[in-house]
């Protein structure tokens, strides 16, 4: 059964400076990486989807897929106080009808002016 | 104008009572789903439906039944309620295929006294 993890638990950084967030997965056949953001008492924001190794951009959000490492991870450049909220790594197997998303715990950002 | 819409957004309930949470997307997908999301564990994968019909389900207990009367809609019925199905459930809704992405509504938040 697939288990995502992710790491700090809870981060806080100044305005402008990089955020990095961690996410690692157990299945290695793996093949869909998505970081969500959700604010307090709301629904989830789709920031940045990844399907392969490397690096993908949406615009101040930055993915890198590293399969080989199970670790796929999300740096946001230059926060902003509204950027404060709940990240989430969501990965899934896609094959055919198969879309479960297996969600990991969530890193709480807060970002200081 | 919202995309997709959870009714309620607050659901108060007595253990043993049956509530149903509605929702409802205007995005055109064929595919819709249901997670939750509790204070102790990650957010949840629970059903996915593809063109009305039952694609996966992962909730062990039969007291959670999804209910698709209509394209666009996916209601979940929960019967015999406990204090432990206290959570926020989600709708969610996609293209169908595995790799398609998945939006989700705000919420809809239950409690069980």
């Known amino acids: 059964q697939q288990k995502v993890q992710q790491s700090p638990e809870s981060l806080t950084v100044s305005e402008g400076a990089m955020a990095s967030l961690n996410c690692t997965f157990s299945?290695?056949?793996?093949?869909?990486f998505r970081w969500y953001r959700q604010h307090s008492a709301k629904g989830l924001e789709v920031l940045v989807s990844i399907f392969s190794d490397g690096e993908k951009e949406e615009g101040r959000f930055t993915a890198h897929l590293n399969r080989a490492n199970l670790h796929v991870s999300l740096h946001i450049r230059e926060p902003q106080p509204s950027d404060s909220a709940v990240y989430l790594c969501?990965?899934?197997?896609?094959?055919?009808?198969?879309?479960?998303?297996?969600f990991g715990k969530g890193t709480k950002l807060s970002v200081k002016s | 104008d919202p995309k997709i819409i959870q009714k309620p957004k607050y659901l108060v309930a007595v253990t043993g009572s049956e509530k149903i949470l509605i929702c409802e997307q205007y995005l055109g997908h064929n595919a819709m789903y249901w997670y939750r999301q509790s204070a102790k564990k990650p957010l949840e994968f629970m059903f996915s439906?593809?063109?009305?019909?039952?694609?996966d389900n992962q909730t062990a207990s039969s007291r959670f039944q999804p209910q698709s009367s209509k394209k666009n809609h996916l209601d979940l019925q929960i019967t015999a309620l406990k204090p432990d199905d206290s959570a926020t459930y989600f709708c969610?809704?996609?293209?169908?295929?595995?790799?398609?992405?998945?939006?989700f509504g705000p919420g809809t938040r239950l409690t069980v006294l």
């Open positions: 969501a990965v899934s197997r896609a094959g055919g009808s198969n879309a479960k998303l297996t």
């Open positions: 299945d290695g056949t793996s093949n869909n």
């Open positions: 439906y593809s063109y009305q019909k039952l694609m």
């Open positions: 969610a809704s996609s293209q169908t295929g595995g790799a398609a992405e998945q939006f």
